[in-house]
């Protein structure tokens, strides 16, 4: 099907069923019960989760393929929403033109940075892309947010490129030749696929269960699901054999008399405008664009998704990706007062104590928690989340003492998926 | 020529900062191989010793004033800390005011534990492992650390004044014959440059004088070598895993009256040190304080106006932008060796 593997077609309709079911599968937790506040099945948090999991599929491109460690991935995202959101000021609301410039403007950027960082590799790389994005987070912070526009202060470049610290935003005067400058009530359109805008959501009520279907959200899901689809197939291609070629032995790669920098390049420009549609996503989602998408704890970020998922694995990213920013919503929200309800059933002194073992942990160290685990996904689990499905799973099949045996050993045969 | 003087002593104590940072990471790869990308936690950390510290010394509990009474007529309640009853007043008051001075001597036994305890907890399993793994362990340690910070001492910056006796500011204008008051330079940045120096000479003299150093700069030639000559390597390893520390520590220590330490003040410095380390050359100890040095001028000069008049922005970026250009043109660095992380 689709032209992949039977375990590919699995993998791929299993994906677009849950992404499809997503609102639901959510939303376990009626409105009423103390757990709702569980719920993650709101559009916001879950154009998160769709619109990072690009982010970090692409980013496993480069990685989990190649090995190349990048810490500044997160520049192509910030290009990726500057690009847009001049679309939406120059041309109009649809999010197509937007999100296409996105990708181009990413991939233009990634080639001229992929040039000259991949001619290192190893922590020289990691610290090359470091440099280019820490620099481009610091040109669209002050220089690109100067005024380029004359003494009159009103036109489109009043606050530069980039809008520096506020960020880029959508005005009333922006030109938009192709759209409407405001809609008819006199507010700030907003953005739209065709007329139907990302905002716009219908709530469907059964019992006591709410649910929310938002375009927003499933224009990212088919989105995110094309770029699922087309890393499948990199994975699965000749180029995809190629780039796992060069993580396992560049040496050798280069006494067979291939070159490998056109592929790793090649690598790093697809990883890159995939970081660039994410940041188109982000900007058409909201319309806003600020320089702290390019910071380089962004750039950390998409790398602890991916490892936390599991680098090299086809739904490990997704999964990582949705693990931290549920994280990062839900566990955030819990306070103390929360704590104390859920422990309520233990003695006075007990519970007190129990709450303060926990409370570190939780509502503004979230932080805490995500590095705890990420280490120890780090040194127990190095295949991430995937790895340990796996693990259980065989667990359960009885035969946990082969497949061991099996997973010491990284590297995967040809034409075996090592998602499955 | 003031003007240049100025922003060269300007220069000198970031560049101090970079440096030394840049000289622990710079030895704890040499020796050991690894990336350590929670070094600017230990520097934070450091930093955070000096403000327990001072915290410590100014606990205090209240004393009832008989002579004194408040507005209301009643006997006035004073706060007394317990260092005035140990040391009396004068003593007391003199301990509290050079509290960050008298951090070192706490931090430094406090980052050698630290030290030490994270080679052999964490840092020994991953010898073996690649040097991505290697980033990222770190890199969650890095994370672990500053939110426990966070969690003790609050995510806002913590003013730890230096001792009043330097809190003034130093004429070099005068003395080098140029109008009074052109070159002002605060006390405590003379005094960071010259820690920094004292230190970076003594961590030199270590490696070069003494029998454990000469062992160490022969376990960083050939490991396996001096292995089978029967000397344990990996306990002399330790040992520089927590002096790396230390001198990070110190470096954080010191920094406390120049910025008020906050628990993110690590990552700031920990990615230009970074940058430094590579622009030095990985694993070359002189290279990585002259980039320390290299860097720190180069950042001051290029904030000056009439150089962002001309190119805007390029303090910003004028960091970054050295590093990439000496990667391109010098793969191994300014000082680097053949053959180290060329892999």
Not at chain 1, 30 to 56: C, K, T
Not at chain 1, 77 to 106: C, D, E, Q, R, T
Not at chain 1, 189 to 209: I, K
Request: with cysteine; net charge neutral.
């Amino acid at each position: 099907m689709f032209g992949l593997q039977k375990q590919d077609a699995k993998l791929l309709l299993i994906v677009i069923g849950l992404t499809m079911l997503a609102p639901f599968i959510l939303n376990p937790f009626p409105e009423s019960s103390g757990w709702a506040q569980f719920n993650a099945g709101y559009p916001d948090l879950m154009q998160r989760f769709v619109i990072f999991g690009i982010f970090a599929i692409g980013f496993n491109i480069l990685f989990g393929l190649t090995g190349y460690l990048s810490f500044g991935h997160a520049a192509f995202l910030g290009i990726g929403s500057y690009a847009a959101m001049w679309m939406f000021k120059l041309f109009g609301m649809n999010v197509l033109p937007a999100l296409g410039l996105s990708v181009v403007m990413s991939g233009l950027f990634a080639v001229l940075i992929g040039y000259v960082s991949l001619r290192r590799s190893g922590i020289y790389f990691s610290i090359l892309t470091l440099a280019f994005a820490m620099m481009s987070y610091a040109l669209a912070y002050s220089v690109l947010a100067t005024d380029m526009d004359g003494p009159d202060k009103q036109g489109l470049l009043q606050k530069g490129l980039t809008g520096g610290e506020t960020g880029l935003q959508l005005t009333l005067s922006d030109p938009r030749i192709l759209g409407q400058q405001a809609t008819d009530d006199g507010n700030l359109p907003v953005p739209s696929f065709f007329g139907l805008e990302m905002r716009s959501a219908t709530e469907l009520s059964v019992g006591d269960w709410v649910f929310t279907f938002s375009v927003g959200y499933y224009f990212s899901a088919v989105v995110m699901l094309i770029a699922f689809y087309l890393s499948i197939r990199i994975f699965r291609s000749p180029f995809g054999m190629m780039l796992r070629a060069i993580k396992s032995n560049q040496q050798r790669l280069n006494y067979t008399g291939l070159n490998p920098k056109p592929y790793t390049l090649a690598a790093f420009v697809i990883s890159g405008m995939y970081a660039g549609l994410a940041g188109g996503l982000m900007a058409s989602m909201d319309p806003l664009a600020g320089p702290e998408r390019m910071f380089w704890t962004a750039s950390g970020e998409v790398v602890l998704m991916t490892i936390l998922g599991g680098a090299g694995t086809l739904i490990g990213p997704v999964l990582g990706a949705g693990a931290i920013k549920y994280m990062e919503n839900i566990l955030s929200k819990i306070n103390s007062d929360i704590l104390h309800t859920w422990f309520a059933f233990l003695p006075d002194g007990l519970e007190d104590f129990v709450v303060a073992i926990i409370y570190p942990f939780i509502g503004k160290g979230w932080h805490l928690t995500l590095g705890l685990i990420f280490m120890a996904v780090v040194i127990f689990l190095p295949g991430g989340i995937v790895e340990g499905g796996r693990r259980i799973g065989s667990m359960f099949k009885g035969r946990a003492k082969k497949t061991d045996a099996a997973s010491g050993g990284k590297t995967v045969a040809p034409g075996q998926d090592p998602a499955e | 020529m003031d003007w240049f003087i100025l922003q060269l002593l300007n220069g000198l104590d970031k560049g101090s900062a970079y440096a030394l940072i840049a000289l622990g990471l710079t030895l704890i790869f040499g020796t050991l191989g690894v990336v350590n990308f929670a070094h600017g936690a230990l520097f934070m950390i450091g930093a955070f010793c000096a403000v327990t510290l001072s915290r410590l010394l100014s606990l205090s509990h209240q004393v009832v004033d008989e002579t004194r009474t408040d507005f209301l007529g009643n006997p006035l309640k004073v706060d007394v800390p317990y260092a005035y009853d140990i040391f009396g007043e004068t003593m007391g008051a003199a301990i509290i005011d050079w509290a960050v001075p008298l951090s070192i001597l706490f931090a430094i036994p406090v980052m050698i534990l630290i030290g030490v305890v994270m080679e052999r907890g964490l840092i020994k399993h991953f010898y073996k492992r690649p040097h991505a793994d290697q980033i990222l362990v770190t890199f969650g340690l890095a994370i672990v650390l500053q939110e426990v910070i966070k969690y003790y001492y609050g995510a806002n910056p913590i003013p730890t004044p230096a001792p009043s006796a330097f809190t003034g500011s130093f004429d070099f204008g005068a003395i080098l014959g140029f109008e009074p008051g052109s070159i002002i330079y605060p006390y405590w940045r003379i005094i960071y440059f010259g820690f920094a120096a004292v230190i970076i000479g003594a961590v030199f003299a270590f490696l070069q004088f003494t029998t454990f150093g000469m062992v160490v700069r022969a376990g960083m030639a050939d490991r396996e070598t001096v292995g089978l000559l029967g000397i344990n390597i990996d306990k002399r390893f330790t040992i520089m895993f927590g002096l790396a520390a230390a001198v990070a520590g110190l470096a954080g220590v010191m920094y406390t009256p120049i910025n008020s330490p906050n628990y993110h003040m690590g990552m700031d410095f920990l990615v230009l040190s970074f940058v430094v380390v590579v622009v030095g050359g990985m694993g070359s100890l002189p290279g990585a304080v002259l980039a320390g040095f290299l860097l720190g001028i180069l950042e001051s000069f290029a904030s000056m106006r009439e150089v962002i008049d001309i190119i805007p922005g390029i303090n910003q970026v004028i960091i970054y932008l050295v590093a990439i250009i000496i990667l391109l043109t010098r793969p191994r660095g300014l000082m680097g060796r053949k053959g180290v992380m060329e892999d």
